[in-house]
């Protein structure tokens, strides 16, 4: 440390800053990664292994400080190490910038893999894009959300390594030429009309233990260098600043979007432009390694994160056949060997697709390999026998019905030989919904793989209070085997381990009710029960009926002066995207609900409200170790799987949630009993929206949500402006599409079984003990354990 910052910070003790004593110890730790991470590539070449490559458009990494130090074991000797120099560990942890190349739950799940690929020692590499911006800052004015630009970039990055001698050519535009070879067969070259140079910068991850170490590569945009623009503007520097800015676009800032396509040109070149460079880089270390280009499939498995880099599986088309001379059908049988897609949602509106003429106009000889694709496909279904004109209009990669369109969906699972989901219900739903027709087709291709997330993170490090607690009560080879978890049920009625377990919480909820306390300057008690519902706002995920059922309490309080309550703080935080305008109505409903409630004496301090501005991986990691009720309360059949469930799981949070997503396989595992299940399930929900989804009745016959509502719309919380959310409400009685009308009575009933549990600690305690003993099956080792033995046919 001492001598990375005489040396590679250049300053000394006296004139350090706490951000220079961060690079100094990032840097330090990172030296001491170094040695492994050779030592893994060197063996992933010698044993010649076969490789994974995860592409994934988002990455949401978060902090990497303690997180290496964890993994490598150094955290206590690099604790000790500072306070000798008088600095304090804890004060830099602080001042690390969240690495935030992600939106949610996709990006975030795409970072526990990296973790858990690591610690399995699989020779793997992540892609992506090295966005100078990430995904943008929350602020709330008036409880209103504005957005910020995120700058982690701005104090220099210590993790990443610039290697600026691994670039790639990325072609846009141009056009075909077309040659007839010897043998009478037509040759191909396109000749892009613009080119972008990929630059790559690693940042190596580490496994538990610091065993293994692989390499997130990430690529960064820049025009072609002087020389070679020079050819193409004879001089016209200004213009050649233009091109410059107009390459490096690529890489400014990541889409801020979780559900609807942008549907714009850049994002589409985004996605071409990594999955270019990656699939470049893959074949290149491929040929270094074996000179066999028909031995790809033997040697590589590609992940696909969602159809975001679909364009891969015609871009390695072209790859094999175009530039490697591979004939149609082998590349064909090698590209379907080599590809698997991972689908993370259902909303039709999230499915991406790209105009007919923008495919045309950006990538010619892309589009021409989709339509061969889509003869070839369409020609195989018509030997099948199953050729009527609705299959082969629905299972087309073009879709034909306003403007044409290509579904990257579509091309994601042809170009696979397995397509997974993410929870058991939603790969049962992907079955019988968006590839109902193609799973008829090929009914051995779709699998489930239940998302998991990293313990490390998750648990041993953003919960020392109860990592210390594990390890004394069943020893430290829990964080090895998490299996081990299952020991903690003995304890479950232990009333002397029932009190260290919420002492535990205890010291968790007084960190967190003062990091709420600097941040919106509300008062909680850590003795209330901590509620917490958070994540993206969106309609589905229904913050609004966590909202309501706030609301519906505040009343019954008022109402009720001399009955008891349990007291509650109601926790919430999240990103609206920026064009989302209901979600970020429902942000300023929460808050003007939240100003209203904790000002109100007659409340007698029973409720507090709080909305956590600026919701990232780094507070996730403060609010879910303090939590005691984690909220998964989304339309059943809506949320692929959640992780966020099982991150409050482990740390000891009881559910209250909706039969969706993993809820349902939380249940089977933490039983009945330990979890508080409300509300239609996905069939019920289905057959819901086809009666009709006007909810005048339902609300009617529900005294409770009424009074809720008619607050809401006569402005009791909106006392500035009234009909603020007189539409909301309106929306809500008579197009009801998420169901929180129809939900709302259960709702209730469910958090009263809440309040009943909590008002008896002892029981409360237990079902808590139980919740962290049962969950290790949701640990992100399991999951890629699985993907490795029945999607990638690599060894663990
Ligand atoms: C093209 C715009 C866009 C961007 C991102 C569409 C869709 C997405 C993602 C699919 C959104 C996402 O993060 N989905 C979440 O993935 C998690 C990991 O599998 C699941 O746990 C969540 O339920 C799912 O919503």
């Given at each position: 440390m001492q001598r990375r910052l005489t040396y590679t910070v250049g300053k000394d003790n006296a004139d350090a800053s706490p951000r220079d004593w961060f690079v100094a110890t990032a840097l330090a730790t990172r030296d001491r990664l170094v040695p492994s991470w050779l030592a893994s590539t060197k063996r992933n070449y010698r044993e010649d292994r076969r490789r994974v490559y995860y592409l994934s458009l988002e990455f949401l990494i978060g902090r990497l400080l303690i997180d290496t130090l964890t993994n490598l074991g150094l955290t206590e000797a690099m604790r000790d190490a500072l306070a000798e120099l008088g600095v304090d560990l804890d004060m830099l942890r602080a001042l690390e910038p969240d690495a935030a190349l992600g939106n949610g739950g996709l990006g975030r799940l795409a970072a526990c893999f990296m973790d858990s690929m690591a610690t399995l020692e699989i020779a793997a590499m992540g892609y992506g894009i090295r966005y100078d911006h990430g995904l943008f800052r929350q602020t709330l004015k008036d409880g209103w959300q504005h957005e910020y630009p995120e700058d982690w970039l701005s104090f220099g990055n210590s993790w990443q390594f610039p290697r600026p001698e691994i670039t790639y050519d990325v072609g846009f535009f141009g056009h075909i030429e077309s040659s007839r070879l010897a043998d009478g067969m037509l040759a191909h070259v396109w000749r892009p009309g613009e080119t972008i140079v990929a630059v790559a910068y690693d940042t190596p991850v580490v496994g538990w233990r610091g065993k293994h170490v692989n390499t997130l590569r990430l690529w960064s945009a820049r025009a072609p260098d002087a020389l070679r623009l020079d050819a193409f503007n004879q001089g016209d520097h200004v213009g050649a600043q233009s091109e410059q800015a107009r390459a490096e676009a690529i890489s400014k800032v990541l889409y801020p979007s979780d559900s609807t396509p942008a549907g714009q040109e850049l994002?589409?070149?985004?996605?071409?432009?990594?999955?270019?460079?990656?699939?470049?880089?893959?074949?290149?270390?491929?040929?270094?390694?074996?000179?066999?280009?028909?031995?790809?499939?033997?040697?590589?498995?590609?992940?696909?994160?969602?159809?975001?880099?679909?364009?891969?599986?015609?871009?390695?088309?072209?790859?094999?056949?175009?530039?490697?001379?591979?004939?149609?059908?082998?590349?064909?049988?090698?590209?379907?060997?080599?590809?698997?897609?991972?689908?993370?949602?259902?909303?039709?509106?999230?499915?991406?697709?790209?105009?007919?003429?923008?495919?045309?106009?950006?990538?010619?000889?892309?589009?021409?390999?989709?339509?061969?694709?889509?003869?070839?496909?369409?020609?195989?279904?018509?030997?099948?026998?199953?050729?009527?004109?609705?299959?082969?209009?629905?299972?087309?990669?073009?879709?034909?019905?306003?403007?044409?369109?290509?579904?990257?969906?579509?091309?994601?699972?042809?170009?696979?030989?397995?397509?997974?989901?993410?929870?058991?219900?939603?790969?049962?739903?992907?079955?019988?919904?968006?590839?109902?027709?193609?799973?008829?087709?090929?009914?051995?291709?779709?699998v489930n793989k239940t998302n998991g997330v990293t313990f490390r993170r998750w648990l041993l490090e953003a919960n020392p209070p109860l990592s210390r607690l594990l390890a004394d009560t069943i020893g430290a080879g829990v964080f090895d085997e998490p299996e081990r978890l299952i020991e903690l049920e003995k304890f479950a009625d232990d009333v002397e381990f029932q009190n260290r377990f919420a002492a535990a919480k205890r010291e968790n909820k007084a960190r967190l009710a003062t990091t709420v306390f600097e941040r919106v300057g509300v008062r909680v008690d850590p003795a209330a029960l901590f509620d917490a519902q958070i994540k993206r706002i969106h309609e589905y995920k229904?913050?609004?009926?966590?909202?309501?059922?706030?609301?519906?309490?505040?009343?019954?309080?008022?109402?009720?002066?001399?009955?008891?309550?349990?007291?509650?703080?109601?926790?919430?935080?999240?990103?609206?995207?920026?064009?989302?305008?209901?979600?970020?109505?429902?942000?300023?409903?929460?808050?003007?609900?939240?100003?209203?409630?904790?000002?109100?004496?007659?409340?007698?301090?029973?409720?507090?409200?709080?909305?956590?501005?600026?919701?990232?991986?780094?507070?996730?990691?403060?609010?879910?170790?303090?939590?005691?009720?984690?909220?998964?309360?989304?339309?059943?059949?809506?949320?692929?799987?959640?992780?966020?469930?099982?991150?409050?799981?482990?740390?000891?949070?009881?559910?209250?949630?909706?039969?969706?997503?993993?809820?349902?396989?939380?249940?089977?595992?933490?039983?009945?009993?330990?979890?508080?299940?409300?509300?239609?399930?996905?069939?019920?929900?289905?057959?819901?929206?086809?009666?009709?989804?006007?909810?005048?009745?339902?609300?009617?016959?529900?005294?409770?949500?009424?009074?809720?509502?008619?607050?809401?719309?006569?402005?009791?919380?909106?006392?500035?402006?009234?009909?603020?959310?007189?539409?909301?409400?309106?929306?809500?009685?008579?197009?009801?599409?998420?169901?929180?009308?129809?939900?709302?009575?259960?709702?209730?009933?469910?958090?009263?079984?809440?309040?009943?549990?909590?008002?008896?600690?002892?029981?409360?305690?237990?079902?808590?003990?139980?919740?962290?003993?049962?969950?290790?099956?949701?640990?992100?080792?399991?999951?890629?354990?699985?993907?490795?033995?029945?999607?990638?046919?690599?060894?663990?």
């Amino acid at each position: 440390m001492q001598r990375r910052l005489t040396y590679t910070v250049g300053k000394d003790n006296a004139d350090a800053s706490p951000r220079d004593w961060f690079v100094a110890t990032a840097l330090a730790t990172r030296d001491r990664l170094v040695p492994s991470w050779l030592a893994s590539t060197k063996r992933n070449y010698r044993e010649d292994r076969r490789r994974v490559y995860y592409l994934s458009l988002e990455f949401l990494i978060g902090r990497l400080l303690i997180d290496t130090l964890t993994n490598l074991g150094l955290t206590e000797a690099m604790r000790d190490a500072l306070a000798e120099l008088g600095v304090d560990l804890d004060m830099l942890r602080a001042l690390e910038p969240d690495a935030a190349l992600g939106n949610g739950g996709l990006g975030r799940l795409a970072a526990c893999f990296m973790d858990s690929m690591a610690t399995l020692e699989i020779a793997a590499m992540g892609y992506g894009i090295r966005y100078d911006h990430g995904l943008f800052r929350q602020t709330l004015k008036d409880g209103w959300q504005h957005e910020y630009p995120e700058d982690w970039l701005s104090f220099g990055n210590s993790w990443q390594f610039p290697r600026p001698e691994i670039t790639y050519d990325v072609g846009f535009f141009g056009h075909i030429e077309s040659s007839r070879l010897a043998d009478g067969m037509l040759a191909h070259v396109w000749r892009p009309g613009e080119t972008i140079v990929a630059v790559a910068y690693d940042t190596p991850v580490v496994g538990w233990r610091g065993k293994h170490v692989n390499t997130l590569r990430l690529w960064s945009a820049r025009a072609p260098d002087a020389l070679r623009l020079d050819a193409f503007n004879q001089g016209d520097h200004v213009g050649a600043q233009s091109e410059q800015a107009r390459a490096e676009a690529i890489s400014k800032v990541l889409y801020p979007s979780d559900s609807t396509p942008a549907g714009q040109e850049l994002r589409l070149r985004q996605e071409y432009f990594f999955a270019s460079a990656s699939l470049q880089d893959l074949i290149r270390r491929h040929m270094r390694q074996t000179g066999d280009i028909r031995r790809l499939a033997d040697k590589v498995a590609i992940q696909l994160n969602d159809t975001h880099p679909a364009i891969g599986v015609a871009e390695l088309m072209r790859l094999l056949v175009d530039v490697h001379g591979v004939g149609w059908k082998e590349a064909w049988r090698i590209t379907q060997a080599t590809f698997s897609y991972t689908n993370h949602t259902l909303l039709p509106e999230a499915l991406e697709t790209w105009p007919v003429q923008l495919m045309e106009r950006l990538l010619p000889r892309h589009m021409q390999i989709i339509y061969l694709i889509n003869a070839m496909h369409l020609d195989l279904l018509r030997e099948k026998g199953a050729s009527d004109a609705a299959t082969l209009s629905s299972v087309s990669l073009i879709d034909e019905r306003n403007g044409r369109h290509v579904r990257m969906g579509h091309l994601a699972f042809l170009g696979s030989h397995k397509v997974n989901g993410v929870s058991a219900l939603h790969s049962a739903l992907v079955k019988e919904t968006v590839f109902k027709d193609f799973h008829r087709l090929y009914p051995d291709r779709i699998v489930n793989k239940t998302n998991g997330v990293t313990f490390r993170r998750w648990l041993l490090e953003a919960n020392p209070p109860l990592s210390r607690l594990l390890a004394d009560t069943i020893g430290a080879g829990v964080f090895d085997e998490p299996e081990r978890l299952i020991e903690l049920e003995k304890f479950a009625d232990d009333v002397e381990f029932q009190n260290r377990f919420a002492a535990a919480k205890r010291e968790n909820k007084a960190r967190l009710a003062t990091t709420v306390f600097e941040r919106v300057g509300v008062r909680v008690d850590p003795a209330a029960l901590f509620d917490a519902q958070i994540k993206r706002i969106h309609e589905y995920k229904r913050q609004l009926l966590n909202v309501l059922e706030a609301v519906a309490f505040y009343q019954d309080i008022i109402a009720q002066p001399a009955r008891e309550f349990a007291p509650r703080v109601k926790i919430f935080a999240g990103k609206a995207a920026a064009s989302y305008h209901q979600a970020k109505l429902i942000i300023k409903l929460a808050n003007d609900v939240a100003k209203v409630v904790n000002a109100d004496p007659a409340t007698r301090g029973l409720l507090k409200i709080v909305f956590l501005p600026n919701y990232n991986v780094s507070l996730a990691e403060t609010i879910i170790p303090a939590a005691d009720l984690s909220e998964q309360i989304s339309t059943a059949g809506m949320e692929a799987s959640g992780t966020g469930n099982m991150k409050f799981a482990l740390n000891g949070a009881l559910t209250i949630g909706t039969l969706d997503g993993a809820n349902v396989e939380i249940r089977e595992r933490v039983g009945d009993d330990n979890i508080f299940i409300f509300g239609l399930t996905a069939r019920e929900v289905e057959e819901c929206r086809a009666k009709g989804i006007d909810a005048r009745e339902t609300i009617a016959a529900s005294p409770r949500l009424a009074e809720a509502l008619r607050a809401i719309a006569g402005g009791v919380f909106s006392p500035d402006d009234p009909h603020r959310y007189a539409q909301l409400v309106d929306t809500l009685t008579y197009y009801d599409h998420f169901l929180v009308a129809k939900d709302f009575d259960a709702y209730w009933e469910a958090q009263r079984r809440v309040d009943a549990r909590w008002r008896d600690q002892k029981a409360w305690r237990r079902s808590s003990i139980l919740n962290t003993a049962r969950v290790a099956w949701f640990s992100s080792d399991r999951t890629i354990r699985e993907y490795a033995q029945e999607i990638w046919n690599v060894a663990v």
